[in-house]
């Protein structure tokens, strides 16, 4: 079953929905919604995603990082926090 | 024969007493509003500018015969022909938003014509219904005459009967503020905050604009329209002086909450159509000057006025002022397949505007707006390449406003959910979050847009949405009004520095 997740890019100007596998790598998540607002911001490699105020390592899948239907995360450009 | 002097007052106040009902029967509190007071209360209600019924007859005929000739002289299609393509989109905004609204004015308004505590209250709020739908029957009839030349023009009338999104949040402000409302909360929400504080002054701004862009047609309407606001909308001050005395914490609720709420949705109009759907030479100021010199600065004199305080958030209007309705056009312009109406790409001298107008944030957009226009470059121009220079993802939307997850900043957008009774919710800022948790039983069970897509009841594919959910067709779903062909997109930089 897909999670509908809330995702939010630095440099965007609206949030949107992603659909994430249990089994997605954070990076990947990060990457499907830079992906999905690439027509508005510009393509970064160096990014983090913050999920409850903590950036995420990004080699751990959706379900392990606690991600839940609904909830939101942001994607944020590198050495912010 | 009784001077007009004699007879006026008499025939205003007609109040008596009830010999084989309650008073609270005649008007029970849940529809006659809260706080539920007897009429020995309200009986100095009165307002400033009287008029009779065949003053007022006849004043309408007059301006209805003005706008008629207006339309006449200037306002045949080939005069609307001539008008700059962005401010025509600027007119379908308008021509969709207002008319229906202003029906919903109606049924406020009638409320208040029978449910108001006062008879001159009630008198009033009968020429204000009347008011209303000459505002609803005026548009309908002058955009009429356009639709056999562009259809998006007929969502004048299908607007509000859609599940389009902004139909939506449109929608559940007015079902609420107007169409399902008590006599005093429409009073003061519709009358005293939407009205006074927005409307009356928005539209002679609005007329401006029109004025500007030579679309004489338009401005009268505007202009005729507003004059009548000018007289039902001082319905407001009376009632609130009244309950101010009573219950002065549910006036400043009442206050917060629906300049909020109007806010939102009229920063979307009005803050659209100035600063990016008029043509740049014919803007006579920017939407942020327009605030604060007409909105913002009276609102807070009259709130001194009868000793109320400025609404909690202030600081985040006055921030919004600067952001919010620039991050709707750009979200809107990526997905303007989703509106009935076209988009203008701002050039290099509109953005090199927009800078200097709004400084603070304007960096981040312009990023957006580069790379935007990159993509146009990459697809090349053309109606065939539209599709390719629009969002693909399902958009966000507020628990409350039901506008799109665009408050904030690009770099710290103020999305935040909140958890409540098992289930979860997202708004766009804090005001909005504020309202829902003073009322959670009147918003908990709408459903926005994401919500109704999950649940299968919206389809989830963008094709179905567009058509069968919004109500759109590829000929009346927004586009870029020259399809990417703009001069200056071809030149390699675009520096607005």
New interface residues.
């Given amino acids: 079953m897909p999670i509908?997740l809330?995702g939010?890019l630095?440099?965007?100007?609206?949030?949107?929905?992603?659909l994430a596998q249990e089994g997605d790598t954070v990076l990947e998540l990060a990457r499907k919604l830079q992906e999905?607002?690439?027509?508005?911001?510009?393509h970064n490699d160096k990014i983090d995603l913050v999920y409850d105020g903590k950036a995420i390592d990004p080699a751990l899948t959706v379900a392990q990082a606690g991600l839940q239907?609904?909830?939101?995360f942001?994607v944020i450009w590198r050495d912010k926090l | 024969m009784l001077s007009r002097e004699d007879w006026l007052p008499l025939a205003r106040k007609l109040d008596w007493d009830y010999t084989y009902v309650r008073e609270d029967e005649v008007f029970p509190p849940v529809i006659s509003g809260h706080p539920w007071l007897p009429h020995t209360e309200w009986k100095d209600w009165e307002e400033s500018f009287k008029t009779s019924y065949r003053e007022y007859v006849d004043n309408q005929y007059e301006k209805d015969m003005a706008v008629y000739a207006v339309r006449d002289a200037v306002g045949r299609l080939e005069n609307i022909q001539k008008l700059a393509r962005p401010w025509m989109n600027s007119l379908k905004v308008h021509a969709a938003a207002l008319p229906l609204a202003e029906f919903t004015g109606v049924i406020g308004s009638l409320r208040g014509a029978r449910f108001g505590r006062d008879s001159a209250w009630r008198t009033m709020s009968a020429f204000g219904a009347l008011d209303e739908y000459r505002h609803t029957q005026i548009p309908l009839l002058l955009f009429h005459q356009l639709v056999r030349w562009d259809s998006q023009f007929d969502w004048a009338h299908k607007f509000y009967h859609t599940n389009n999104w902004f139909a939506i949040a449109a929608r559940h402000f007015f079902d609420e503020l107007t169409l399902g409302q008590n006599a005093i909360e429409f009073a003061i929400g519709t009358n005293f905050v939407l009205e006074t504080g927005f409307t009356n002054l928005q539209f002679v701004g609005l007329a401006s604009l029109a004025r500007e862009s030579s679309d004489h047609m338009f401005e009268r309407m505007v202009t005729s329209i507003q004059t009548d606001e000018a007289r039902h909308a001082q319905i407001g001050h009376p009632v609130l002086a009244v309950v101010m005395k009573h219950d002065p914490e549910y006036v400043q609720y009442l206050l917060d909450k629906w300049f909020w709420r109007s806010w939102r949705l009229f920063s979307i109009l009005t803050g659209l159509s100035t600063d990016y759907l008029t043509a740049l030479e014919q803007r006579p100021y920017s939407f942020k000057e327009f605030m604060e010199e007409w909105i913002l600065d009276q609102f807070l004199r009259t709130l001194d006025e009868f000793g109320l305080k400025k609404p909690w958030y202030w600081h985040i209007v006055e921030d919004e002022l600067d952001i919010y309705h620039?991050?709707?056009y750009?979200?809107a312009y990526?997905y303007r397949a989703t509106l009935w109406f076209d988009f203008a790409l701002p050039s290099p001298a509109e953005r090199k505007w927009l800078r200097q107008k709004y400084p603070k944030y304007w960096d981040?957009?312009d990023?957006?707006w580069e790379?935007?226009i990159e993509?146009w470059r990459t697809v090349g121009p053309g109606a065939a390449n539209e599709l390719a220079?629009?969002?693909?993802?399902?958009?966000?939307f507020c628990d409350l406003c039901q506008l799109?997850?665009?408050a904030g900043t690009?770099?710290k957008?103020t999305?935040?959910?909140l958890v409540k009774d098992g289930r979860?919710y997202?708004f766009c800022s804090e005001p909005c979050r504020w309202i829902f948790l003073r009322e959670p039983e009147r918003y908990a069970n709408h459903k926005d847009l994401?919500k109704r897509?999950?649940s299968g009841e919206a389809p989830a594919n963008l094709p179905d949405l567009l058509t069968e959910y919004f109500r759109l067709t590829p000929d009346t779903w927004g586009k870029d009004v020259y399809h990417g062909a703009y001069d200056w997109l071809a030149a390699k930089k675009t520096s607005t520095v």
């Avoid at chain 2, 220079?389 to 966000?396: E, I, N, Q, S, Y």
């Fill in positions: 509908p809330y939010f630095e440099g965007d100007t609206l949030g949107l929905l992603v999905a607002a690439s027509l508005r911001v510009a239907a609904l909830d939101r942001d | 620039h991050m709707i750009a979200s990526t981040d957009m990023a957006v790379q935007v993509r220079v629009h969002g693909t993802a399902l958009p966000t799109p997850l665009s690009p770099r957008n999305a935040n959910v979860k997202i994401v897509v999950l």
